[in-house]
């Protein structure tokens, strides 16, 4: 079974507008970190914003904010004011474990384009 | 600039060869983590060192090690390449041992040819 689910490989938004990116996660672990980067076309990877299991508030960021709905293993990202330069490939990550059985599993990623 | 470097950039060398990879890590941060970026399998997390020391363990196949020397600076070695390996491979750091955020270099894109 997929760890991490991102159901849109695609969306697209317009210029200014709000957008949110799906993310759901499957865990068994109590404590768990999640975690939002971006890929522009250029290739690096960008943190975004972190959100902790154990957390109450949801994470923001300046115009990123990571709606967490624990009970239903959700952690969309949910991005304000949408720019031109917010278009690129959206990853939703997740930690599982601590210690040495720490590890790190990525979703499929979504596409943005913002449009002008 | 997240402040992680990685060389080199690009690298393109033959089946059955051996690269090493190289990762200097933010300043003050003491962890080092190896992705593996493919279009097939997307990205997958290889291996965690924390101050010198292996510290998880993902997907990493048993051709490929990596360390992180005193300086804390990185290297994944591959070997025995094989055409499925060529990938985009990322290194990002951290400050402690369990991430709350994790800075990534740019890459270094390996094509076997």
């Known amino acids: 079974a997929q760890k991490i689910t991102q159901t849109q490989p695609g969306m697209f938004v317009q210029e200014k507008e709000a957008v949110t990116l799906d993310c759901t996660y499957d865990?068994?672990?109590?404590?768990?970190?999640l975690f939002w980067y971006k890929q522009p076309s250029s290739g690096e990877m960008i943190f975004l914003i972190y959100?902790?299991?154990?957390?109450?508030q949801n994470a923001t960021e300046g115009r990123y904010s990571l709606n967490f709905q624990k009970a239903r293993k959700s952690a969309n990202l949910v991005i304000s004011a949408s720019q031109l330069g917010d278009s690129a490939m959206y990853f939703c990550?997740?930690?599982?474990?601590?210690?040495?059985?720490?590890?790190?599993?990525f979703g499929p990623g979504t596409r943005l384009s913002v449009l002008p | 600039d997240s402040g992680v470097t990685q060389t080199p950039k690009h690298l393109i060398t033959a089946t059955g060869q051996r690269v090493t990879l190289r990762c200097s890590p933010r300043?003050?941060?003491?962890?080092v983590y190896w992705y593996q970026q493919s279009l097939d399998q997307g990205l997958q997390f290889l291996i965690q060192?924390?101050?010198?020391?292996?510290?998880a363990k993902g997907n990493i196949l048993e051709r490929f090690s990596a360390q992180q020397f005193p300086d804390l600076h990185s290297e994944l070695n591959l070997s025995s390449l094989e055409l499925g390996d060529s990938a985009l491979y990322f290194c990002?750091?951290?400050?402690?041992?369990?991430?709350?955020?994790?800075?990534f270099g740019p890459g270094t894109r390996l094509t076997v040819t």
């Open positions: 990550a997740m930690r599982e474990g601590r210690g040495y059985g720490q590890n790190f599993v």
């Open positions: 990002a750091s951290s400050e402690g041992t369990v991430s709350y955020e994790q800075y």
């Open positions: 300043s003050g941060d003491l962890s």
């Open positions: 060192y924390y101050n010198g020391e292996e510290r």
């Open positions: 959100q902790g299991s154990y957390d109450e």
């Open positions: 865990t068994s672990d109590q404590s768990y970190g």
